[in-house]
């Protein structure tokens, strides 16, 4: 059931209906006896198919799915805020990170319990509708793109869900043309269910805390009593919680909690004749280099996709991925306030070394029929990626199924406890947590 009424009591809370929170709801409320209730800030309606279509990033100044947040440096920073949450407004790349991403994880994360999360999204018949981008799918960049980087790496076969280090044709969660989000895969089957409420329009401003346990949580002037609190706001959204919640010095933070971010530098060209882009995605390959950078193709320029950003052409992103430096949220008078933080020096030489690739590649005779001469530049700015994670590290602030260290009552399972950096996208990987945590919490 969707309400905007908010109950006085649940066994369980979880706040936020994005990535990670769709599953956890879906799971725990496979017991009829648990009564589970969502708490979700964004609106109450659906994400639309004008929404959900591939062709559009909707995170526009005033978009009605997203929220923007003030970042130090004015960058956009923007998340999901809808049944959903990003999953409803991201690019829709959903690639699992490379096997040994995994290695320091704690020992909860077996291979095989990783692998056996990820093909419940991303399997043929997979939750999240997954494929991979087609050959006959492709934009002629995009073409242009692999086969350069084929002469010199090898190439994922595309039906291999585990990317490598060469050329990574992306895989996306999709109906049709539309973004297949976490709300459509996991909440709307279990929406009817007698002990699962979800409620919208319900920002949660606090949990509330007596001693070292959590009892409860505000929105607004209500209150709710619960026996336990899965906090799935994403890592900005639990953040604000938790900070605002005065739990900071209790998960020994102060006033501030730390991030990791994909920063990417762009690299833009013009093209000699603009082309007829056919219906895609943003992103349909990517190459992930031996030093950690992801190489993205984006397909056409960011202008065609988000609303009110000046056209300066066509791009290729370059990622660093595994960043050394930290970013930081803490809470001001105006909202949520996020530092992405500077590039340290080794990342920042290994995006320039991208850069310069990426420069040789356009310059060559096989772009040679697309790319103006002399149009070449690359962004001065650095820019992000959207995917800040990393705040409450499992094994680090949490435990391996995200409890919080010193506070009973109280689990995090979104992007803020990912407990290192991977080489591909946050998306697919927060969503797998999301159902290995789901799985043992809904066992006991
Ligand atoms: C524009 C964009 C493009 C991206 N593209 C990609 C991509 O192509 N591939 C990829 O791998 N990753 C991508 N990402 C990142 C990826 O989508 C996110 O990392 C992932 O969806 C985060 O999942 P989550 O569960 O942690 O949080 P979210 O999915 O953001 O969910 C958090 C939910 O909590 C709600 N919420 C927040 N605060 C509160 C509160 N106080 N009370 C109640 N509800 C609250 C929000 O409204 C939201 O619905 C992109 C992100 C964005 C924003």
């Excluded at 947040?69 to 407004?89: I, Y």
């Excluded at 799935?232 to 739990?247: D, K, N, Q, W």
């Excluded at 008078?333 to 310069?356: F, I, N, Q």
């Excluded at 080489?423 to 789901?438: D, K, Q």
């Amino acid at each position: 059931m969707t309400t905007r009424r908010l109950p006085t009591t649940a066994d369980v809370v979880v706040v936020g209906a994005g990535s990670a929170g769709c599953v956890i709801a879906e799971r725990l409320s496979r017991d009829p006896g648990r009564a589970v209730v969502v708490l979700e800030r964004g609106p109450r309606d659906w994400p639309p198919p004008a929404v959900r279509d591939l062709q559009v990033l909707p995170i526009e100044h005033g978009a009605g799915f997203a929220r923007g947040h003030t970042e130090a440096t004015g960058l956009p920073v923007v998340r999901g805020s809808a049944l959903g949450g990003s999953s409803a407004v991201n690019g829709g790349y959903f690639l699992r990170w490379h096997r040994d991403d995994f290695d320091d994880w704690p020992a909860q994360w077996s291979p095989e319990a990783i692998a056996h999360a990820y093909d419940e999204l991303d399997a043929p018949d997979g939750t999240m509708g997954v494929t991979a981008f087609a050959d006959d799918e492709l934009v002629d960049v995009v073409r242009l793109f692999e086969s350069y980087w084929a002469q010199a790496m090898p190439v994922r076969a595309t039906a291999d869900p585990w990317p490598i280090v060469g050329v990574n044709r992306v895989r996306s969660n999709r109906e049709g043309p539309l973004r297949r989000t976490s709300a459509e895969a996991y909440l709307r089957p279990a929406i009817d269910r007698p002990n699962l409420t979800v409620i919208t329009d319900a920002e949660v401003a606090e949990v509330m805390v007596a001693g070292r346990r959590v009892t409860g949580v505000r929105v607004g002037a209500d209150r709710m009593s619960v026996g336990e609190v899965v906090l799935s706001a994403g890592t900005l959204g639990t953040a604000g919680i938790l900070l605002r919640s005065g739990l900071g010095s209790l998960i020994g933070s102060g006033g501030t909690l730390p991030l990791h971010e994909h920063r990417e530098v762009l690299v833009h060209y013009r093209r000699h004749v603009d082309p007829q882009v056919m219906p895609t995605a943003l992103l349909q390959s990517v190459v992930h280099t031996a030093d950690d950078v992801e190489i993205r193709c984006y397909s056409t320029d960011m202008a065609r996709f988000v609303k009110g950003v000046e056209p300066v052409g066509p791009a290729v992103g370059v990622a660093g991925m595994r960043p050394g430096s930290l970013g930081a949220v803490r809470v001001g008078d105006t909202g949520l306030l996020v530092d992405l933080g500077t590039v340290d020096p080794a990342s920042a030489r290994r995006m320039a070394l991208g850069a310069e690739s990426v420069r040789d590649m356009l310059n060559s005779s096989t772009f040679g029929g697309v790319v103006e001469p002399g149009s070449i530049v690359v962004d001065p700015v650095v820019r992000t990626s959207q995917h800040a994670w990393g705040s409450l590290p499992m094994g680090v602030r949490t435990d391996d199924l995200g409890g919080l260290d010193g506070l009973t009552g109280l689990r995090v399972v979104d992007g803020s406890i990912l407990p290192a950096a991977g080489r591909s996208g946050p998306h697919a990987t927060i969503m797998m947590i999301a159902v290995r945590i789901g799985d043992v919490l809904a066992a006991r």
